[in-house]
């Protein structure tokens, strides 16, 4: 068995997750290395979601008998257990969303609709990168269609590294918010966010980080970070489906107008006129993923106890030894970094003229579960002439072990397709 320094105790970790027991394709026990879509879940999470379900189930805040303050209770509780996972200055600045995707739709609307100094029209500049996954895309084209706004957006280096060296000229006075990806979701590049945000704060532009691909692996120290937004996501955070996070700054989500309207977000209502509750509640319109929001409350205790800081180190191990590996693979390209170095744990790779559909099912008739296509993030795979890739992305699960089944994997494909 192959050792590495830095792993965590796999063995142990692998019994809190029903799901990797499981055997497929004539008892082939499965290689899940598909994380960065979504991540297994423990049995602690699962636990607490059953627990809810089956003892507490109510709606929130609006209910005096006993099931809807243990439920307002725990959902709330939810709530603190995130803002100190991390480390917001105020639970207030935490909203519940469903998903990454509405945290930064919820951003673009509010921004649409601001007053000013935050307003985005026709004479303001919006900022992306050409790395973004389609969330943190299509948000800001449908806001630039619809208010005038020019969308502009950094370009990528051969590497896989955002090209920064024209940022005076695509950061400027006009430029009202930058948005990008803290970790790339199919590169696995880690950006250099005190240079973006160094330049955005000079012109007086917010930041909106896609943090859904870091929040998982690393240390999320919004503080620290110096953005305006944050956004992440529960599934991907061994937390499940349904439960996403929006942090923002305390001044902004006072100034800045709802995205959605309905109950439990106003004051007061009449007939001609509304008035709205406080942040976070002010954007968390309706019944809330109550279920969800408890069961990420879990997953961040999960998390927590393991220590975000030994999973980075497990994670860039399991990394380094994923990349040497996979250049020993005949005809295998890297797209992106090829180094452990700045990198999170994704890698996405062509494999000779073979379509990474076909590698995918090849390798899935092994057992071995890995994404293929352009994951959302169509812009990379035409700036480097290719219609898809393979993505091999990995977790505090992951062990060397699949590392190597994915290597046998593909020499497997690679003598299947002559």
């Not at 966010?193 to 012109?203: F, G, K, L, N």
Request: net charge negative.
């Amino acid at each position: 068995m192959t050792q590495l320094p830095g792993l965590l105790d796999t063995e142990a970790i692998r019994k809190d997750f029903p799901l990797l027991d499981r055997v497929v394709h004539d008892g082939k026990k499965i290689v899940y290395l598909d994380n960065a879509a979504t991540s297994q879940k423990p049995r602690q999470v699962l636990d607490a979601l059953n627990a809810y379900y089956e003892q507490s189930n109510a709606n929130v805040h609006r209910g005096v008998h006993v099931l809807a303050e243990e439920a307002t209770a725990l959902y709330e509780g939810a709530r603190d257990k995130v803002a100190a996972f991390i480390n917001a200055p105020s639970r207030d600045e935490v909203i519940f969303t469903k998903n990454a995707s509405e945290s930064l739709n919820l951003v673009a609307n509010m921004l649409g609709w601001a007053d000013e100094p935050y307003r985005v029209d026709a004479e303001t500049e919006i900022v992306i990168t050409e790395m973004e996954h389609h969330s943190n895309i299509v948000p800001w084209q449908l806001l630039s269609q619809r208010t005038g706004a020019k969308l502009k957006w950094f370009g990528i280096t051969d590497d896989g590294r955002l090209d920064l060296s024209n940022i005076d000229e695509i950061i400027t006075e006009k430029t009202k918010i930058v948005s990008f990806t803290l970790v790339s979701n199919i590169m696995g590049t880690i950006n250099p966010v005190d240079a973006i945000i160094r330049r955005a704060q000079e012109v007086g532009a917010l930041v909106c980080i896609d943090a859904s691909q870091a929040a998982p692996h690393m240390v999320l120290d919004v503080q620290a970070l110096q953005a305006d937004f944050v956004a992440f996501t529960g599934h991907k955070m061994v937390g499940p489906t349904g439960i996403g996070v929006l942090w923002g700054r305390q001044e902004l989500l006072e100034d800045l107008p709802p995205f959605l309207g309905g109950g439990e977000m106003i004051e007061t209502v009449s007939m001609s006129s509304s008035t709205y509750a406080p942040a976070p509640h002010k954007f968390e319109a309706g019944t809330p993923p109550i279920a969800q929001a408890v069961g990420l409350g879990a997953a961040v205790d999960y998390l927590t106890a393991i220590g975000m800081d030994k999973i980075a180190a497990h994670e860039h191990a399991i990394t380094e030894y994923a990349v040497k590996r996979l250049s020993e693979v005949e005809g295998l390209r890297i797209i992106g970094p090829t180094t452990a170095e700045d990198r999170g744990a994704t890698i996405s790779f062509t494999l000779g003229d073979i379509h990474p559909h076909d590698v995918g099912q090849v390798l899935d008739e092994l057992g071995i579960a890995v994404r293929v296509g352009h994951h959302c993030a169509r812009p990379v795979c035409l700036r480097y002439g290719i219609p898809a890739t393979t993505r091999a992305s990995f977790y505090l699960y992951s062990t060397p072990a699949e590392v190597d089944a994915l290597v046998e994997g593909l020499e497997h494909v690679r003598n299947f397709f002559g």
